[in-house]
């Protein structure tokens, strides 16, 4: 009889346990949720941004359309490229920043925000760094500068990879944000526990969810404004004690996205390699990043500016992968003065 007792007991601690674990997991994002907006007072607006946008559709060499934002006016043009599960959108303070100074043009990678879904499902970086000399060759500058945020990075190493020598004379700066260019599985937090699951089996299971599929997006459109994709976006990319309105513009940008454009350029990104060219890259190079970037780690951003031959490195305490939300007034003085430096 008392085995028996003991038994029954065990069952109700987990029960309880369970009961416990489920409230934590349904209750935390809430609750996280509602602290976060509590300092959004101490935020700046993106919803504040007020200047003359317009909008192009460029057509990169494989067929796949490209929408691109231009503001300002001027002989010197600034290009920002976003990152993953990003859209132009997120540079909405740095355009306001270099609008007065320059012709700012932002532009969205395949797949995300108004640009079509790649043709033939092609995400690389190789094929990124196409879209962007397309861009650039539209709008024809004679000097220029690139600002590549996380993904943007790295279709800006990877034009300077394959294009660089056409450009160079013209090209007067990079800024690589929270970006990297050492190997993605490596900068990421949990990278080798990646490796042990790419490229076999992760890389088929990408492929599969690559293909379009309504369902996907569907499922994907449930959870997007849940507090469980809310702290799924906090813990990835911010730092200490983010704005919760900054969250919600990066949740809103990554639920948006297509699901098929998710997955392959994730596929992308842990096939991106360009450490070998970096010592061939003589533009001045600045690099912005979080201290508590799970992405890109600040490790990896020390290693990339050791190869460069001219290049400069500022590390964010407390910011995580979105220093340009998080700390976006210092980052922007940053970059006004390397700017102004680099076209000078």
């Known amino acids: ?23 934590l997991a349904v209750g935390l994002p809430v609750v996280v949720r509602k602290l976060d907006h509590k300092r ?21 060499p494989d067929g796949t359309s490209i929408h691109v934002t231009v503001t300002g006016e001027g002989d010197k ?8 599960t990003c859209k132009e959108s997120v540079f909405g303070f740095q355009q306001e920043n270099l609008a007065g100074m320059y012709r700012v043009v932002t532009m969205e990678l395949r797949g995300h925000g108004d640009s079509s879904l790649a043709k033939g499902l092609d995400y690389s970086t190789e094929t990124m760094a196409e879209d962007l000399k397309a861009v650039i060759d539209h709008f024809d500058p004679a000097e220029f500068a690139i600002g590549g945020f ?90 200490d004690k983010p704005c919760g309105c900054y969250v919600e513009v990066q949740r809103e940008m990554s639920f948006s996205t297509s ?3 998710i997955f392959l350029a994730l596929k992308s990104i842990f096939d991106y390699h360009v450490e070998e060219y970096l010592p061939n890259i003589p533009v001045p190079v ?6 508590k970037d799970r992405l890109t780690s600040a490790e990896s951003n020390r290693r990339t500016a050791e190869l460069l031959p001219n290049a400069r490195l500022k590390v964010f305490p407390g910011a995580g992968h979105d220093c340009l939300l998080e700390r976006w007034e210092e980052f922007n003085t940053d970059i006004s003065a390397f700017l102004g430096e680099a076209f000078a």
């Open 286 to 291: 600045l690099l912005l990043v979080g201290e």
């Open 259 to 261: 699901v098929s454009a």
């Open 1 to 23: 009889m008392r085995k028996r007792k003991k038994v029954g007991k065990g069952k109700k601690r987990l029960r309880a346990a369970g009961v416990l674990l489920s409230a």
């Open 77 to 84: 043009t600034v290009f920002l490229i976003h990152g993953w």
């Open 40 to 60: 959004d007072d101490e935020a700046g607006s993106l919803d504040s941004v007020d200047l003359d946008f317009k909008h192009h559709q460029v057509m990169s």
């Open 150 to 239: 996380s993904m943007g990075g790295f279709t800006t190493l990877k034009f300077c990879e394959r294009f660089g020598e056409r450009y160079y004379d013209r090209l007067k700066g990079i800024v690589l944000m929270d970006s990297s260019g050492m190997d993605a599985v490596d900068s990421m937090q949990f990278g080798s526990l990646v490796k042990l699951f790419y490229p076999f089996p992760l890389s088929i299971y990408f492929k599969l969810m690559g293909y379009p599929n309504k369902l996907f997006d569907a499922i994907r459109n449930l959870i997007a404004n849940t507090p469980g994709a809310y702290l799924l976006v906090r813990r990835m990319v911010f730092g």
